[in-house]
């Protein structure tokens, strides 16, 4: 088939037995030649994750409290992991210079990134598979920043004459050769970078979920599981609160154009979700993609008999809302009313002051203001070809006796957004699922 990257998230590498797993599915595909691993993540639920460990000694010693009782559980734990997987990778003398150099006063980002630079020792041992340290490819600036294309050339400069690699994901260097952690995204935005260097035909991305689902199960009873998705429509899902993968863990994929497979280790007979540049070929009867929405919203409508002849007033509001630090997420609007739709923590304590701005520079005829407010997106890249998708989901809503306070349509009609009453939250969520997944 080509190249394959597969990243273990910390689930998948919590113990020996996850280890084992992991190497059985590497074992039964010759094509997975580059494998980026997290941490040791949480064995049960009352179970901490080894990085949340080591951050917790850096924290003891900012406080001037004793760190080694911390440090000794960090240490039985890989100690018994290696035993388990029956390797030797020295793990007894790699936590003493880890510990030497906490003495030392190392940094944070050094002292964080040894759950993966461990773990790595761990696997690439167990596999047989040569050992990469990021710290020398994965590039930052002295001041932080993530240098790309260094890093790109760095990585496939690395690994062009190894055949198979262990690689630690979530951290790289500075120049000077000190370590540096992603802020966000973690070993996912390593194992991207790494199958963009490798030109990989798939970024398998293992976890502890068969990819992405349709809605939220907290909401609604088993949904139906997403089998393609295309990188825009997961955008549309991530910016409403669909826990999926962040913007920067996929971007090196994604301007590769290289497909993202979404499996579960526990599960590895399961296809998954795949992330691809175009939206998949829907199935018979198919229209959305997925459903998700946040709470704690609130709208500011105005309304203003001049405002199509007024020159600046969306501009003008939306200085206002800048001199206040308040971040617009949507504008829905008509021929005498605009409304802004923010976050309510954003104008916590401000809405006073900006409803008197509004009226002193914009001179509305009224102004209304509803909190408590709720928006839920349906994507989907098939709804822009299918007439009255918009006709089915407000039928929905109304049969569940739900109002609709705010409707908003994006350009590129792969999405409607709506808003409602918070209270009426998950039941539109319910009804929007009914109407275009359990009767489609």
């Known amino acids: 088939m080509g190249i394959k990257v597969a990243k273990f998230g ?8 996850q280890i084992k797993k992991i190497g059985e599915i590497i074992n039964s595909d010759a094509d997975i030649r580059y494998v980026v691993v997290s941490a040791p993540g949480k064995r049960f639920d009352e179970d901490t994750k080894i990085t949340d460990l080591l951050y917790l000694c850096l924290t003891h010693i900012e406080h001037k409290l004793p760190y080694e009782q911390v440090f000794q559980m960090i240490t039985d734990r890989f100690l018994e992991m290696e035993r388990d997987l029956g390797v030797d990778v020295g793990m007894k003398e790699e936590l003493e210079e880890i510990r030497r150099q906490i003495d030392k006063g190392t940094t944070a980002d050094y002292l964080a990134s ?21 710290a020398e490819f994965i590039r930052f600036s002295d001041k932080g920043k993530h240098l790309e ?15 198979r690699a262990v690689i630690p994901g979530f951290y790289g260097a500075r120049e000077d050769g000190t370590v540096k952690t992603f802020s966000r995204g973690g070993s996912d935005i390593t194992g991207a970078l790494v199958a963009r260097a490798v030109g990989a035909q798939v970024y398998e991305n293992w976890t502890d979920v068969s990819g992405f689902l349709v809605a939220d199960p907290r909401i609604v009873k088993n949904p139906k599981p997403i089998k393609q998705i295309s990188y825009k429509e997961l ?10 993968l962040h913007e920067e863990a996929i971007y090196p994929a994604r301007v590769a154009s290289i497909p993202i497979n979404i499996r579960n280790t526990n599960q590895p007979q ?20 997925g459903i998700a929405g946040r709470k704690d919203f609130t709208s500011i409508t105005i309304y203003s008999s001049h405002m199509i002849g007024q020159k600046g007033f969306i501009r003008r509001m939306a200085a206002i809302l800048e001199d206040h630090d308040v971040t617009i997420e949507h504008i829905p609007s008509g021929i005498d009313t605009v409304s802004v739709i923010v976050f309510n923590h954003m ?46 989901l407000f039928t929905a809503l109304a049969q569940a006796d739900i109002n609709i306070q705010m409707i908003d349509q994006g350009s590129s009609e792969m999405n409607i957004i709506v808003g409602v009453d918070s209270a009426d939250f998950e039941e539109a969520i319910r009804a929007i699922y009914r109407a275009f997944v359990a009767e489609s």
């Open 10 to 17: 910390g689930s998948s590498v919590a113990d020996a037995g």
């Open 114 to 134: 040894r759950g993966e630079y461990l773990n790595g020792k761990l696997v690439a041992a167990y596999l047989g598979f040569s050992f990469a340290d990021p």
């Open 149 to 163: 294309e260094e890093t790109n050339t760095g990585i496939a400069f690395a690994l062009k004459d190894v055949e």
């Open 235 to 244: 955008r549309e899902l991530a910016y409403m609160g669909a826990s999926v």
């Open 270 to 289: 399961d296809p998954g979700t795949m992330i691809t540049a175009e939206p998949a070929r829907l199935e018979e009867g198919q229209i959305i993609s």
């Open 347 to 392: 104008i916590d304590g401000k809405l006073d002051d900006i409803l008197d701005e509004f009226q002193r520079q914009l001179k509305p005829d009224a102004m209304d203001v509803q909190s408590d407010l709720a928006l839920i997106a349906t994507v989907g890249a098939g709804m822009a070809s299918r007439k009255g998708t918009s006709a089915r």
